[in-house]
């Protein structure tokens, strides 16, 4: 709130005095450099012609920048040098042009160090120029970030490729699976028959029975 009362009020001051300075330079214009440079011979001027150019276009350029709000610090330094120039070398013989003189000196250095304010183009110039400079800062941010990020990926080793990942120029296309061949089971042993009592194997054979003597026919 504050703020926005001083803007407002800094408005007005530019405009005020700055018109008021734009209304003599003009009148002097209107009136021509002769016959204002006849009043600058009654007020003692020394040399009333070039006197009569540099305050015309001083207070006509000044004037309109102070209204702009262009340039406000140094324009309002500039007609502070003119109107006291004015006072010590051709015041004027009027105790009301004397005191108008004296007021818009005041004027002008206090705008010079009060500033512009908001309300003017110097601002809207600021501003514009914190805009660039914040997006030319931005654009060098996201430029060291890009050169970091790619200097990183360099550093870092490449991933092997995985063991599933088909080589170029390898055979992908569908083959049917081999059919297993069905295992052969061992065939079952016979089982030995069982040895009869008496028998004897010799070497894995059966050993005969031994032939019993026949009874002789005697007795």
């Given at each position: 709130?504050?703020?926005?009362?001083?803007?407002?009020?800094?408005?007005?001051?530019?405009?005020?005095?700055?018109?008021?300075?734009?209304?003599?330079?003009?009148?002097?214009?209107?009136?021509?450099?002769?016959?204002?440079?006849?009043?600058?011979?009654?007020?003692?001027?020394?040399?009333?012609g070039?006197?009569?150019?540099?305050?015309?276009?001083?207070e006509l350029?000044?004037?309109?920048?102070?209204?702009?709000?262009?340039?406000?610090?140094?324009?309002?330094?500039?007609?502070?040098?003119?109107?006291?120039?004015?006072?010590?070398?051709?015041?004027?013989?009027?105790?009301?042009?004397?005191?108008?003189?004296?007021?818009?000196?005041?004027?002008?250095?206090?705008?010079?160090?009060?500033?512009?304010?908001?309300?003017?183009?110097?601002?809207?110039?600021?501003?514009?120029?914190?805009?660039?400079?914040?997006?030319?800062?931005?654009?060098?941010?996201?430029?060291?970030?890009?050169?970091?990020?790619?200097?990183?990926?360099?550093?870092?080793?490449?991933?092997?490729?995985?063991?599933?990942?088909?080589?170029?120029?390898?055979?992908?296309?569908?083959?049917?699976?081999?059919?297993?061949?069905?295992?052969?089971?061992?065939?079952?042993?016979?089982?030995?028959?069982?040895?009869?009592?008496?028998?004897?194997?010799v070497?894995?054979?059966?050993?005969?029975?031994?032939?019993?003597?026949?009874?002789?026919?005697?007795?």
């Amino acid at each position: 709130m504050k703020q926005g009362l001083r803007d407002i009020a800094a408005l007005v001051a530019r405009v005020g005095v700055g018109g008021i300075f734009f209304a003599n330079g003009w009148t002097k214009l209107e009136d021509g450099l002769t016959a204002t440079g006849a009043k600058f011979l009654q007020q003692g001027a020394p040399a009333p012609g070039a006197w009569a150019t540099v305050t015309m276009l001083t207070e006509l350029i000044g004037g309109a920048l102070l209204i702009a709000g262009l340039a406000v610090s140094a324009t309002g330094l500039i007609l502070f040098a003119e109107a006291l120039a004015v006072f010590v070398v051709a015041p004027p013989l009027n105790p009301i042009s004397l005191n108008e003189l004296i007021l818009l000196g005041t004027a002008s250095i206090l705008l010079a160090v009060v500033g512009a304010g908001r309300l003017s183009v110097d601002h809207m110039v600021v501003i514009r120029r914190r805009e660039t400079e914040a997006a030319n800062e931005f654009a060098a941010d996201a430029e060291a970030d890009r050169v970091i990020a790619s200097l990183r990926d360099s550093d870092e080793p490449a991933p092997e490729p995985a063991k599933d990942a088909v080589s170029p120029g390898e055979d992908t296309a569908p083959h049917p699976r081999p059919r297993a061949e069905p295992v052969k089971k061992p065939a079952a042993e016979e089982p030995a028959p069982a040895p009869v009592a008496g028998d004897t194997l010799v070497a894995g054979r059966k050993k005969p029975a031994p032939r019993g003597r026949r009874p002789s026919a005697e007795g």
